[in-house]
């Protein structure tokens, strides 16, 4: 299996665990825990801040001396906004599941954890539909840019059966702004139903990187540099939520010349 091709370890608990030491890069970690009700996953966010995206579920969330209540609503990803929790670094969080619980915890860089920990809102969470044809996908902004954070960016994709996303390819690997930024980017992959599978390719235009996956329901994917589109199967729904971080928390991204023409 390819190293960019990361299975979950259990049914329980953690179940997913990327670091930046683990990945072999810089700025991006992700965890995913799978809680039933009345269990509870906790840390301490150190130096980095931190994104609690309930993927399904809902729980009690506390942050450092603050007390968010039940946090979560919808029980499958393809039905419904996110609930999500902004923490700062310099903290912690807890989360006591109030019914079965599949909780992704987004990392990076925090520089001093300046911000408040807060709950995101509804109406803060920007929905568009991008593409055309049979590269139409639905994207929910969880933590963009123009929201306030300092190194992450998360944001959710729901891609219909027998269609195309992130695509044409795009990559975000070189720090030469205005143009491009560089970001690493994690993708947590969800199907339905969950017993089907998507296509994802990593790849940099002279090939020395070229990875082509079958991902299936609870997968995770690596991108550390290069073009990375994704294809779902005719009959099965992909979801996606994406982790980035950076040196500079700004999306530039550079399309392959070769496939711009689709854009036209």
Request: charged content about 25%; proline content about 7%; hydrophobic content about 35%.
């Amino acid at each position: 299996m390819s190293k960019l091709h990361i299975k979950q370890t259990g049914t329980s608990g953690r179940v997913i665990n990327v670091t930046p030491e683990n990945a072999g890069w810089k700025y991006v970690g992700f965890d995913l825990y799978k809680l039933k009700p009345g269990e509870r996953a906790a840390e301490a966010t150190g130096t980095e801040e931190v994104c609690l995206v309930f993927v399904t579920g809902k729980g009690k969330v506390t942050a450092g001396r603050d007390d968010f209540g039940v946090v979560g609503s919808r029980m499958s990803v393809f039905d419904g906004l996110p609930a999500s929790v902004y923490i700062p670094a310099g903290s912690d969080w807890s989360v006591t599941a109030e019914t079965e619980v599949e909780l992704a915890v987004c990392k990076a860089p925090g520089e001093g954890g300046t911000l408040p920990a807060r709950v995101i809102p509804n109406e803060w969470l920007s929905q568009e539909t991008r593409g055309k044809g049979n590269n139409i996908r639905h994207v929910t902004n969880i933590l963009p840019e123009n929201r306030p954070a300092e190194s992450l960016l998360v944001v959710e994709v729901i891609t219909p059966a027998g269609n195309t996303s992130s695509y044409p390819p795009h990559k975000h690997d070189q720090d030469d702004l205005p143009n491009e930024s560089f970001l690493e980017e994690t993708y947590y992959h969800r199907i339905n139903p969950p017993q089907g599978f998507a296509f994802q390719r990593v790849y940099t235009d002279d090939r020395s990187l070229d990875e082509a996956m079958a991902v299936e329901d609870g997968d995770v994917t690596l991108v550390p540099k290069g073009y990375h589109p994704c294809a779902t199967v005719h009959g099965y729904d992909l979801y996606y939520l994406n982790v980035m971080a950076g040196p500079k928390r700004t999306w530039k991204f550079h399309n392959a010349k070769e496939h711009e023409w689709l854009l036209k």
